[in-house]
């Protein structure tokens, strides 16, 4: 069971409830003075989908489902001290906490910045918040955290990009941020805490492995430039295509032979390992690479190369000085591959591995940071980005 780290030297004191919305998913856990005491991850059918026209209108189907599964657990509502949600995409933002409120809900619900069901967890959480609030007046109980309120920790379209990084080839297309900000902030305190190093004095470069990859370089507590998980601007990855060709995808998409829809699929969703053997299970990849299939150790080979190009491409930035890549998300399980980029990228700085996304674990941490006033809390404005 995942134990949260004391914050400031203190034990964490107070219950948190996470949510981290996906397409077909809503994983939520209950955290009770730094113990995990429940984890779920409830399933939605395709027919309980289908009722919705688009993903945005699921918020109060998934709400409901949240607060139905917290009553069969046990878990009394006004108890919850805080909601903590997974970061969806909007801008313009930084890095670190924020209190969900009317402007980040029109943006979301929106989908201003991108339709993504990562959206819909702010929604929910602070649809709940507000509940657990109507719940606790109505029976005169006086919390001891004062009001409960829903936050987003590091959102993936945080932008902390140096300006020469968001110059992309010609104007109308400007580089721009959306990586795995919540695993990859989470994993750098993990390695500061471990090594004893602060984040003014050091220089990572993290890659986030899972369906989708990102490559980010955090530099004195910022996260001065990375890869786009979404956008085209990134490595071959289990079901993404990563950076293509244009003209190419040009002609693609003036055929007359696919939708726009249709295409952004075959980029998103139907690209990278799909594209070639229609599964997204790197471990499938793998196993068929090590029995020697020409076309699966082809391909291995690639996406480790691919990685590996990224990865070093996001140390020129910093004149090679890194003190460490890191390596992480599910994909970092496999040996093979995290061996493989480290023999490509070892000459740079050292690697560390650490396997594993801990989203709902890292959105706990980031409540009970909260709690014991150990962070700086931004009010999102749609207008314009919170200074520091």
């Given at each position: ?17 996470v949510i981290n919305t996906g397409s077909i998913t809503t994983k939520f856990a209950v955290y009770k003075d730094g ?354």
């Amino acid at each position: 069971m995942s134990k949260i780290a004391p914050i400031n030297g203190k034990a964490p004191e107070g219950i948190v409830l996470v949510i981290n919305t996906g397409s077909i998913t809503t994983k939520f856990a209950v955290y009770k003075d730094g113990d995990i005491i429940l984890e779920k991850k409830l399933e939605h059918t395709v027919e309980d989908l289908s009722h919705f026209a688009d993903v945005m209108d699921q918020d109060m189907m998934r709400t409901n489902a949240i607060l139905d599964a917290l009553k069969e657990c046990g878990i009394k509502l006004e108890d919850i001290d805080i909601v903590m949600c997974r970061g969806g995409l909007f801008t313009p933002c930084i890095t670190g906490v924020y209190n969900v409120n009317a402007d980040m809900r029109l943006v979301l619900s929106e989908s201003r910045e991108g339709n993504h069901a990562c959206n819909l967890s702010a929604l929910i959480g602070d649809n709940i918040a507000v509940e657990i609030n109507a719940l606790r007046e109505k029976e005169g109980i006086k919390p001891r955290f004062g009001k409960c309120v829903a936050y987003v920790a590091d959102p993936p379209m945080a932008d902390e990009m140096l300006p020469e990084c968001h110059v992309g080839g010609i104007p109308e297309f400007p580089r721009k941020t959306l990586f795995h900000a919540l695993n990859t902030r989470a994993i750098m305190r993990r390695y500061l805490k471990e090594t004893g190093r602060k984040a003014e004095d050091t220089t990572a470069i993290i890659c986030h492995m899972g369906g989708g990859v990102t490559i980010s370089t955090h530099r004195g507590g910022r996260v001065i430039d990375t890869s786009h998980g979404l956008g085209g601007d990134g490595p071959i990855t289990p079901e993404r295509a990563g950076c293509c060709p244009p003209y190419p995808l040009i002609d693609m998409c003036f055929s007359g032979k696919y939708t726009k829809q249709e295409v952004k699929k075959k980029l998103i969703g139907k690209g990278g390992a799909v594209a070639y053997f229609g599964t997204n299970d790197m471990r499938e990849i793998v196993k068929k690479a090590k029995e020697g299939i020409p076309e699966y150790v082809v391909f291995m080979k690639a996406f480790v190369l691919n990685i590996a190009k990224y990865i070093v491409a996001q140390g020129a930035l910093v004149e090679g000085h890194v003190d460490v890549i890191i390596l992480t998300g599910g994909v970092a399980y496999s040996q093979d591959i995290t061996d493989a980029i480290t023999k490509k990228v070892s000459w740079l700085a050292p690697v560390k591995v650490y396997p594993g996304e801990n989203e709902l674990e890292s959105l706990a941490e980031n409540g009970y940071i909260i709690l014991a006033g150990a962070t700086k809390i931004h009010t999102y404005n749609k207008d314009r980005i919170i200074e520091d």
